[in-house]
C-alpha cells in the first residue's frame, strides 16, 4: 500500500455529514497525483448525498493548498489539545 484515504458519510448526522478523516501518501509517492485522485473520488461519491465534506488539516501542512484547489474553503479553527504524563 502507498496511499490512504479514510473518508465516509454519517446519515444518522445531521444534513448527512460527510468526512475525510486521513490523507496519506508515502514519501515516494508524493506529486504524482494520488491524493488528487483519492480526495476526487470521495468529492464524487459524497456529491448528491452530503451538503458539505469536513477535511480537517492542521496549519502548515503543504497538502492545504491541493485542499484548495479541489474547492476546499477554511472553516473555523480550533486549538490542538495534548494531555503530557
Do not use: W
Request: glycine share 10%.
Amino acid at each position: 500500500m502507498v496511499a490512504v484515504c479514510i473518508a465516509g458519510i454519517y446519515p444518522e448526522s445531521t444534513n448527512d455529514f460527510a468526512t475525510i478523516n486521513q490523507v496519506s501518501v508515502l514519501p515516494e509517492y508524493r506529486r504524482k497525483g494520488l491524493a488528487n485522485a483519492m480526495v476526487r473520488r470521495v468529492i464524487g461519491n459524497a456529491h448528491g448525498k452530503s451538503p458539505v465534506i469536513n477535511l480537517d488539516v492542521m496549519d502548515g501542512n503543504p497538502s492545504k493548498k491541493l485542499y484548495s484547489e479541489l474547492g476546499f474553503v477554511a472553516g473555523c479553527g480550533y486549538s490542538d489539545y495534548v494531555v503530557e504524563s
